[in-house]
């Protein structure tokens, strides 16, 4: 967020054409936000199931090369769609050491006896 020492047009100053315009662009935006949050939740539902494979195999929790082959996908996707690689990777990044998390703790449940998925 930024902000300016020239105050701007108070709120009833707007052109009724811009709030609306501003509006819809803001409801898509919402609509997208839902989109990407509903995404996230199949994402992890699926690495769950994977960190439960791997607990079930005594597989390591963390798959350095496939990391590194998704982060390479990722920033390419990310060129081809005019987003940010370094953007994309960090995004990529935060997940994977959120999914990290998840799979070590599946993996210690396991240890321990508990077969209760992991939420």
């Known amino acids: ?17 811009v709030r609306e315009e501003l509006a819809r662009l803001r409801d898509s935006i919402d609509n997208i936000d839902a ?3 509903h995404m996230l939740a199949e ?11 791997k607990a079930r195999h005594q597989l390591p929790p963390a798959d350095q090369a496939r990391e590194a ?5 990722l920033r390419a996707l990310a060129e ?3 987003l940010d ?10 997940i994977i050491a959120e999914v990290i998390r998840h799979h ?7 240890v ?3 077969t209760a998925p992991s939420s």
Do not use: C, W, Y
């Open 43 to 53: 994402r992890f539902k699926a690495t769950q199931q994977v960190g439960h494979l």
């Open 35 to 37: 989109a990407v949050v």
């Open 69 to 73: 082959r998704q982060i390479t996908r």
């Open 112 to 114: 321990n006896g508990s």
């Open 1 to 17: 967020m930024t902000s300016s020492n020239t105050p701007g047009p108070a709120a009833g100053d707007v052109d009724p054409a």
């Open 104 to 110: 070590e703790r599946i993996a210690e449940d396991t």
């Open 85 to 94: 690689p370094a953007f994309a990777e960090k995004f990529l990044n935060f």
């Open 80 to 82: 081809s769609a005019k």
